[in-house]
């Protein structure tokens, strides 16, 4: 089981079908389990939609999306040209201990997300964000 799939798509949140149809495509493919197909969706979706909602101003730009898919883990990089923006670093902490209605907004997706991933990595290079995850089988 080997497979890699790359896609370019605009900064639109009606392109996020698109991109989950693709991943989508690959875990029937390679028969995931459903548990782990859910957590790869889950987080690509929060992360693209992340890129989609606050990494632009009002102008649609390319997101690219490369998904490397082998024997023991998914291997997940985006890359966009947005503003500079370190998930690891750069999201609020969020307060799980206080109530709903007295937390701060942002931060809980990028906090789900480490939860669900085994790995994180984030780098900024020639002016664009490169956020890679990895989750494993």
Do not use: C
């Amino acid at each position: 089981m080997s497979e890699a799939i790359s896609l370019k798509v605009k900064s639109d949140r009606a392109q996020l079908g698109e991109v989950i149809e693709a991943v989508e495509g690959m875990a029937e493919r390679e028969e995931w389990a459903p548990d782990f197909s859910y957590r790869v969706h889950l987080a690509l979706e929060e992360l693209v939609l992340n890129v989609m909602d606050y990494g632009y101003d009002d102008n649609m730009q390319d997101i690219e999306i490369n998904v490397t898919s082998d024997s023991d883990a998914i291997t997940i990089e985006i890359v966009d040209s947005g503003k500079p923006f370190d998930p690891l670093s750069d999201a609020p902490e969020p307060d799980l201990e206080a109530a709903v209605e007295e937390r701060r907004i942002g931060g809980l997706g990028v906090h789900l997300v480490k939860t669900l991933m085994d790995q994180m990595h984030y780098k900024r290079e020639n002016d664009q964000n490169r956020l890679t995850i990895v989750a494993r089988r």
